[in-house]
Every structure is written in C-alpha cells, then in structure tokens.
C-alpha cells in the first residue's frame, strides 16, 4: 500500500535529490553557495528604482502586474490582461484576489516556486496563497512595504547583490545610473547595458525614427559610415557609464558580411521605405557581425537571445505593448548562422559572445560544439520558459559532456521582478548542487572538484564571461 507523506520536503532540501546519499551530496555543496552574493549580469530591472528608493506601491504591482511571468499564465486560464494591471486601472486589491484565486494554475511552474519562496524569505509568510488567506497576505505585505528596511536599496543589500546589470536604450542619459554612482549612501555596483535591437533591425518598430535620433545626437551624417560612427559613440557613453556587455534580442542569429555599397544602399533605402524580408535579414545580418567587431575593439561583450518569435499576438502587442507575455519560442540555428561572424572574429582574444536561446535542442547540437572549440564563445544560461528546475537540469546535461562548466555565462535572472532575484538564483545553486552530486555519486567527478565549481559557478564563471 502507498504511504502518502504527511509533510513536504522541508524547505531546505527543496529541489535537491530524493536519493538519500545524493542527496547529502548536493546539500553540503549548495550550503557552500547558498549565501554568496548575488551577480546578476543581464535582467530588466530599473535603475530608477533604485536611484529614486521610494516605497514599492503595493504587493500586485510588485509580485504581478510587473511580472510578466505571471500575467501570460493567468491570462492563459482566462484572466483579461487589463485586469491585472495597475498602471491599466486595475485595483492592486482585486489583482491579489485574482492572483490567490488562480493559484493552483500556477503549480508546477517555475513562477509559483519564485512566488512561494519571495513570500516566504522576504515576507515570512509560509502557507500558498489562497482565497482565503489573500487579503491578509496584502495587508501584511502592504505594511511591510511601507517600512524603510523594505526600500528597493534596503532590499538590494539584504539580497546580498555585489553587481546588477540594467538593459537600457542607447540613447538613455543614464542619469539613474550617474546617481548611483554619485550617492554617498549607495555602494552596490549597478551598471547598464547597451540594448540594440530597435537600432539595427530594419523590422523593428520606429526603427528609421531610432536611426533619425541616433544620428542627431552623435552629429553624424546620415550614411552607414556615420551610422557606425554613432553607434560606437553611444557603446563608448556607456562605458564610460560602467557598461561590460551590449544586448540584442533576434528570432534569426544569422551574420553575413555585405560589400560597402550593399551595406550603403540597403541603409539609404532603410531611412525611405520599408525594405523587404529578404533585404531586412541581410542589413540585421551584417549588423550583428559589425557589432561583433565593435567588441573586438572596445571590449564591451555581445550578448545575443536568439529563437524568439516577439509579439505573438498581434491584439496584445497593439493594446499593451512589448514584454506582456506573448513571445514563444522557435527552431534556431546558430551553426551555420554564425559561421561569417566567428570565421571573422571567433578567434580574437578580446571578444566575449555569449548565445542564448530557448530552443533547446540546439543546446547539445549546437551551442556546446561551438563553445567547445571556440574561445570567444559562452553558452548563456537557460532563460525565460528555460530558467526553471528541470529546465536547467536538461541545460546542464545537454552541454557539459562536450563544453563542460566553464564555458557557460553564469546563471542570468533576465527578471523584471526585483524580489524574484534572489529566488531565482537560489534555484540556479539549487539545481547545479543537484546536478554536481549526481555527477560525484557517479564517479565523473571528485568531491573536491565539485565543491571548486560549485563555487565558480556563481563568481568567477559569470565575472570572467561578462568580464565584470
């Protein structure tokens, strides 16, 4: 007869192997990591929100409607998106209720596992959210918000954060960022990232007007020589603000090198009318080896999500915009993709490419051959529908036996939600403890071994990719 248990793995073991010796294994590992600080090289938090350190409002806009995690698998069970949006009008009360009513739609996934654990380490509160606990759980968090030891800065020391990365538009003055600088009471280390894609993809909205703006500020002349210039002027305002890496988010990471005229003529064409499909995965293409060679010269690492299809929903897109929940995954090559890049540039010493997708089968296929061969190349860490337990777990099975640990980013939060970072990289420890102890009950690695890349994995291994 089955004997259900009576009580739940205790919080300490949680997603740690059920065997019990294994088990042993990956809790002595993780209890070496489990309070180191936090090195967070690529996510979307603001720095405003640090610069400015003013009270979060209220618990829905700080667990959901900023969290776009949560809002595509409520609206998956048929929860409108207006309804769960403050800035929308939505009364931050009835999102909570919302958000308590559909809490076992959540289960499983990787957002309720975040959830639980911020309501638990950061505001003591134990038990799953339900209807009939949920005005107790806001009234509870909303007076605690209203404390100074729960201030955004207050918050960023308790995580034990020792570096933040913000993504941030290329011509942002990055004032927020000056600030934290400047402040006498702020000592985090807050730094931005240089986000290209609305600046060198044709498809993207308002790309001529992007253009038309970037040109203006630099004071460059409207041709792809003063285009280039003008890029490379705002890479080098933001190093000079603390910058170490330049982002681009594409559904095809394909490179090509274009001959100087074609380059020219496809961007003159740019800047009149729309080009076509063809024509616009050719100027992307050259784009991205251009960048790739801007890296080469000024330092700065290029980061590349690719195997996204955005904006899914045409409707969603048009009433709320970008980042609501609606980009789903496709096939992606990066093999033949990006050979003109890495045949050019893949073995400078100064270049940093780290590659990212969230098609996994392109991990073992792909992914870790050309890390495993190619010094400038990093296997970034699973992200989005990826950066859950059992996702991880694949990741690293997929790619260690050919790249190993070090050739890997580190674990990347990429969140919006400030209070899911240290959740998030928890279940990174979590789960690499996890992986590192089968890997020592199986005989692939020594204890100590484990235990040296176990703590790599959340310091040196992220520093020396990101070059933090």
Same mark, same amino acid.
């Given at each position: 007869?089955?004997?259900?248990?009576?009580?739940?793995?205790?919080?300490?073991?949680?997603?740690?192997?059920?065997?019990?010796?294994?088990?042993?294994?990956?809790?002595?590992?993780?209890?070496?990591?489990?309070?180191?600080?936090?090195?967070?090289?690529?996510?979307?938090?603001?720095?405003?929100?640090?610069?400015?350190?003013?009270?979060?409002?209220?618990?829905?806009?700080?667990?959901?409607?900023?969290?776009?995690?949560?809002? &595509?698998?409520?609206?998956?069970?048929?929860?409108?998106?207006?309804?769960?949006?403050?800035?929308?009008?939505?009364?931050?009360?009835?999102?909570?209720?919302?958000?308590?009513?559909?809490?076992?739609?959540?289960?499983?996934?990787?957002?309720?596992?975040?959830?639980?654990?911020?309501?638990?380490?950061?505001?003591?509160?134990?038990?799953?959210?339900?209807?009939?606990?949920?005005?107790?759980?806001?009234?509870?968090?909303?007076?605690?918000?209203?404390?100074?030891?729960?201030?955004?800065?207050?918050?960023?020391?308790?995580?034990?954060?020792?570096?933040?990365?913000?993504?941030?538009?290329?011509?942002?003055?990055?004032?927020?960022?000056?600030?934290?600088?400047?402040?006498?009471?702020?000592?985090?280390?807050?730094?931005?990232?240089?986000?290209?894609?609305?600046?060198?993809?044709?498809?993207?909205?308002?790309?001529?007007?992007?253009?038309?703006?970037?040109?203006? %500020?630099?004071?460059?002349?409207?041709?792809?020589?003063?285009?280039?210039?003008?890029?490379?002027?705002?890479?080098?305002?933001?190093?000079?603000?603390?910058?170490?890496?330049?982002?681009?988010?594409?559904?095809?990471?394909?490179?090509?090198?274009?001959?100087?005229?074609?380059?020219?003529?496809?961007?003159?064409?740019?800047?009149?009318?729309?080009?076509?499909?063809?024509?616009? &995965?050719?100027?992307?293409?050259?784009?991205?080896?251009?960048? %790739?060679?801007?890296?080469?010269?000024?330092?700065?690492?290029?980061?590349?999500?690719?195997?996204?299809?955005?904006?899914?929903?045409?409707?969603?897109?048009?009433?709320?915009?970008?980042?609501?929940?609606?980009?789903?995954?496709?096939?992606?090559?990066?093999?033949?993709?990006?050979?003109?890049?890495?045949?050019?540039?893949?073995?400078?010493?100064?270049?940093?490419?780290?590659?990212?997708?969230?098609?996994?089968?392109?991990?073992?296929?792909?992914?870790?051959?050309?890390?495993?061969?190619?010094?400038?190349?990093?296997?970034?860490?699973?992200?989005?529908?990826?950066?859950?337990?059992?996702?991880?777990?694949?990741? &690293?099975?997929?790619?260690?036996?050919?790249?190993?640990?070090?050739?890997?980013?580190?674990?990347?939060?990429?969140?919006?939600?400030?209070?899911?970072?240290?959740?998030?990289?928890?279940?990174?420890?979590?789960?690499?403890?996890?992986?590192?102890?089968?890997?020592?009950?199986?005989?692939?690695?020594?204890?100590?071994?484990?235990?040296?890349?176990?703590?790599?994995?959340?310091?040196?291994?992220?520093?020396?990719?990101?070059?933090?």
């Amino acid at each position: 007869m089955c004997r259900v248990p009576t009580s739940p793995t205790p919080r300490d073991d949680r997603l740690l192997p059920q065997e019990p010796a294994t088990r042993d294994v990956a809790r002595h590992l993780y209890e070496q990591v489990a309070r180191a600080q936090i090195i967070s090289p690529h996510g979307h938090v603001p720095a405003l929100i640090l610069a400015e350190d003013e009270p979060f409002s209220d618990p829905a806009t700080l667990f959901v409607s900023s969290d776009h995690y949560v809002t &595509r698998q409520l609206h998956a069970s048929g929860v409108r998106l207006d309804a769960l949006s403050v800035a929308h009008g939505a009364d931050p009360r009835e999102v909570w209720r919302t958000l308590a009513g559909h809490a076992h739609a959540l289960a499983g996934t990787a957002s309720a596992f975040w959830l639980r654990d911020e309501l638990a380490s950061v505001f003591g509160i134990e038990d799953d959210l339900t209807p009939g606990n949920a005005d107790e759980a806001f009234d509870r968090i909303s007076a605690l918000l209203r404390q100074p030891d729960y201030r955004p800065r207050a918050l960023f020391n308790r995580f034990g954060i020792r570096v933040l990365a913000t993504t941030d538009d290329p011509l942002n003055p990055l004032d927020a960022h000056q600030a934290l600088s400047d402040s006498a009471t702020f000592t985090g280390r807050v730094v931005p990232t240089l986000r290209a894609d609305a600046y060198i993809d044709p498809a993207a909205a308002n790309f001529r007007l992007n253009v038309e703006r970037l040109l203006c %500020a630099a004071g460059a002349p409207a041709t792809f020589a003063g285009y280039l210039s003008a890029l490379k002027e705002r890479r080098a305002y933001f190093i000079s603000r603390g910058a170490v890496s330049v982002d681009v988010g594409v559904t095809d990471p394909a490179t090509a090198e274009l001959a100087a005229p074609e380059a020219e003529r496809l961007f003159q064409q740019a800047l009149t009318q729309p080009l076509s499909k063809e024509d616009q &995965r050719m100027f992307l293409a050259h784009m991205l080896l251009q960048l %790739a060679g801007m890296s080469v010269d000024d330092g700065l690492v290029l980061t590349i999500h690719a195997g996204v299809f955005r904006n899914h929903s045409t409707a969603t897109f048009d009433r709320f915009g970008p980042d609501t929940g609606h980009d789903i995954p496709v096939r992606t090559g990066f093999t033949r993709e990006l050979r003109p890049l890495l045949d050019r540039f893949g073995l400078e010493p100064n270049l940093h490419l780290i590659l990212f997708t969230v098609d996994e089968t392109a991990f073992s296929r792909e992914l870790a051959p050309l890390a495993g061969f190619y010094p400038s190349v990093y296997i970034g860490a699973p992200w989005w529908f990826l950066d859950a337990p059992d996702a991880i777990l694949r990741w &690293r099975s997929a790619i260690t036996e050919t790249a190993g640990f070090y050739r890997t980013s580190g674990f990347i939060d990429d969140t919006r939600a400030f209070l899911s970072i240290p959740a998030r990289h928890d279940v990174s420890r979590r789960t690499d403890a996890s992986f590192l102890a089968r890997y020592v009950a199986e005989g692939r690695v020594t204890l100590a071994m484990a235990e040296r890349i176990i703590g790599d994995l959340v310091d040196s291994i992220p520093l020396t990719a990101f070059k933090l």
